[in-house]
């Protein structure tokens, strides 16, 4: 899978290099680009992933999809909720389970507490809950409020995340829950020095990697490749999250959009 990234340094080199990794990705996977601090415009980059899942295998898109990274900080958290919330906008039962049992931070961003989550269920300490639970009480799946989607928070962080993930207990949940929703969206830690994405990977119908504009290099990304190329899971694509505008080429069709939002904008 010879990919290849370029670290770059200057503006120049930047929007050079754009269009050659385009071109290297877009041999191998889809690509989609999000804008930095650009509301109206990631709101739109979003759809166009929606529409591009929905569009995979149209007969049956997957419906388990793993948010990873090589590297930490380069947006899966966001990239999950923002992919959840705007599937949620066209299909029924959305969920997100949040798997990043070492720095959890769903729950945060969706003001719902995180005393039980997948952890404690994983770990069979919830079956003792769910007997203390009033009927009709579900402790595990939250309704976060003023969101069309439901959460399975990480729970307390355990010792030990990835012996949790590779039990059978991890496996009956996601087919569980595939039945039950549309769509299931997993927040995961990187796939760097950790097992737990690789092990997700291998549970869920598709995988999307995220890279961050500036932050992720050549050689960072061929070594989460590399270590996913041995599992062989469905990639569906990686998104290229916090790419300034500027250093797209003038004429590219996300300048344009940009513009376009703004212009928009400032009609409203
Ligand atoms: N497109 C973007 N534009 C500007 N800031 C962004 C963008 N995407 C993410 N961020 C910011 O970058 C930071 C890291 O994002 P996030 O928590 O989603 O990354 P992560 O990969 O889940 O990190 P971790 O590996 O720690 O779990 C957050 O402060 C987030 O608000
Ligand atoms: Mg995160």
Redesign the pocket.
Known sequence: MPVIIHQYKTVQDYSIGMGRLRKYFQKYFSVHI?????QSA?SESYRMIRSSLLLSTPDHPPRTILIT?M???????????NLARTMAQVSNKVLIIDA?M??P?IHKVLGVANNIGLSSYLSGNIDELIIQAQPGENILIQEPPNENIHLISSGPIPPNPAELISSKRMKDLLSDMRNQYDYVFI?S??IFSLADALILSTLTEGTII?S?AGKTTFEGFQAGLKKLQDIQPHILGVIL???SSRHLGKDSYYNYYEEYSKDQESRE
């Not at 999000?34 to 650009?38: Q, V």
């Open positions: 999000i804008l930095k601090n650009s990631i990274s590297k930490p900080q380069v947006g899966k958290t966001t990239t999950t909720l990043d070492r720095k931070r927040d830690p990187p995220v961050r999250n916090a790419v």
